[in-house]
């Protein structure tokens, strides 16, 4: 693909289950395109270079950080925000499980570590302690001393077994 200075790519892909057609600077990030193009700004941007994990998205189900990822990366994915979760405004099990434990306080990481739990769940549904704190390491929360963060994962998973 050639690209002349000052021009923008087009691409097309799926978000939150709803095909989308947008053109842009091509040197943005996944999440500037989710957020600004998009209109989706659930997905947060704390420390933009892959560190903190609050930006992270589900492309093609799996977690990724959507601050180290080129908007260009995401033409035929597909991509879901926390924006997508919910159905008619109901939680799902994950949003519920969170809520229930108050997992958060500022809930500035909380798109972050609900996206990132929804794939460890998808992965494993029935993970121990150890294994969700390994798995969301790499999410940063400056508020809560995690173990709230934990409560809710395991509220989550027993939500999950509810609706089963
Ligand atoms: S904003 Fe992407 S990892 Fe921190
Ligand atoms: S609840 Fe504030 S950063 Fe996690």
């Known amino acids: 693909m050639k690209i002349e200075v000052g021009s923008e790519i087009e691409i097309s892909f799926t978000l939150n289950g709803e095909a989308k057609t947008v053109s842009f600077d091509p040197r943005r990030s996944l999440a500037d395109v989710v957020r600004e193009d998009c209109g989706q700004t659930g997905t947060h941007l704390g420390c933009e270079h892959g560190v903190c ?3 992270t ?19 035929g994915r597909e991509i879901t925000t926390v924006e997508g979760l919910a159905t008619d405004g109901v939680f799902n099990h994950v949003q519920q499980g969170m809520w229930d434990a108050m997992a958060f306080q500022c809930a500035f990481c909380s798109p972050g570590f609900i996206m990132s739990t929804m794939a460890l769940l998808e992965e494993n549904p ?8 390994e798995e969301l390491s790499g999410n940063l929360c400056r508020c809560t001393g995690y173990a709230s963060i934990i409560d809710g994962v395991m509220a989550a998973i027993d939500n999950l077994g509810d609706a089963q």
Not at 126 to 133: A, G, L, Q, S, W
């Open 53 to 55: 994990g609050a930006c």
């Open 126 to 133: 029935n993970p121990t302690k150890d294994e969700i704190r």
């Open 57 to 75: 998205v589900l492309v093609d189900g799996a977690p990724s950080r959507s601050c180290l990822m080129l908007g260009a990366m995401a033409d």
